[in-house]
């Protein structure tokens, strides 16, 4: 199958997760701060420190070229929502909430270089000892 089909696949599915999820908590919170994109952005950077350990040469399921671009480019790639952090980022700000705005810049970076290595650290204990 070719690369671009399985990006293009794989995209439709994650855009299809990251709505769900945005439905789902936007049912559940304030509209007033954007948790979906900041949940989106946490939980996207794990999943991608987990696949990125797990896809390459020496992880659980060994190099797969087609494997990474599925999953990391493709549903990944649809799933995260950094343009959409930005945006709301710049409307709080115009809004006049400075404090909403750079708390969300500061827990976006922060907690997601945190998924990201836990995602990556997870994976690698998962990896098969080498004999």
Known sequence: ??????????????????????????????????WATLFVNVSGSLLIGLLAALTQPEGRWG???????????????????FSS??????????????????TNVGASVVLCLLGVWLGYLLASALRPAVS
């Open 85 to 102: 952090f930005s945006l709301q980022t710049l409307i709080l700000m115009r809004e006049g909430r400075l404090a909403a705005a750079l």
């Open 1 to 34: 199958m070719s690369p671009y089909l399985l990006v293009a696949l794989g995209s439709a599915v994650g855009g299809v997760v990251r709505y769900g999820c945005g439905v789902v908590i936007a049912s559940r919170f304030t509209p007033t701060f954007p």
């Open 63 to 81: 190099e797969s070229p087609l494997l990474r671009d599925l999953l990391m480019v493709g549903v990944l790639g649809g799933y995260t929502t």
